[in-house]
Nanobody, 127 residues
Framework: QVQLVESGGGLVQAGGSLRLSCTVS????????MGWFRQAPGKERDFVGG????????NYADSVKGRFTISRDNAKNTVYLQLNSLKPEDTAIYYC????????????????????WGQGTQVTVSS
C-alpha cells in the first residue's frame, strides 16, 4: 500500500519560512519523480515544483522561483519543500505526489501526471 505523509505546515508571518516534508512508503522512492502542489480555497490544485529521481533536476512554478526549494533524500524516502520569503498568497494546502512512470526524466506540471497523493498540510501566511 502506497502512502505519502506530509508534515511541517503551520502559521507563519509574511517573510517567514517553513520546511515541508513528505515521506513515502510502499514503493521504491528513488524510482519516482516527486512533485509538490498546492490548493487554495476555491481554486484549482496548482503545480509548485518537482524533482527528478536522483535530485539533479528541478522544475518550479514561476510564482515560487527563487523562494522555494525542493530537495530529496532517497535514503530516507523523503522529499522536502523549503518555503522562504512567504507571502499571504502562498496560503494553501500543500500536497506531495509521485509522478507516474514515463519513459523520460521530465518533471511534469499537470496533476493528472501524478498517481499517488498525500493528505496535505496547511500553510497559512499572515500579513
Amino acid at each position: 500500500q502506497v502512502q505519502l505523509v506530509e508534515s511541517g505546515g503551520g502559521l507563519v508571518q509574511a517573510g517567514g519560512s517553513l520546511r515541508l516534508s513528505c515521506t513515502v512508503s510502499g514503493r521504491t522512492f528513488s524510482s519516482y519523480i516527486m512533485g509538490w502542489f498546492r490548493q487554495a480555497p476555491g481554486k484549482e490544485r496548482d503545480f509548485v515544483g518537482g524533482i527528478s529521481r536522483g535530485g539533479s533536476n528541478t522544475n518550479y512554478a514561476d510564482s515560487v522561483k527563487g523562494r522555494f526549494t525542493i530537495s530529496r533524500d532517497n535514503a530516507k524516502n523523503t522529499v522536502y519543500l523549503q518555503l522562504n520569503s512567504l507571502k499571504p498568497e502562498d496560503t494553501a494546502i500543500y500536497y506531495c505526489a509521485t509522478q507516474r512512470q514515463y519513459y523520460d526524466n521530465l518533471v511534469r506540471t499537470g496533476p493528472s501526471a501524478y498517481d499517488y497523493w498525500g493528505q496535505g498540510t496547511q500553510v497559512t501566511v499572515s500579513s
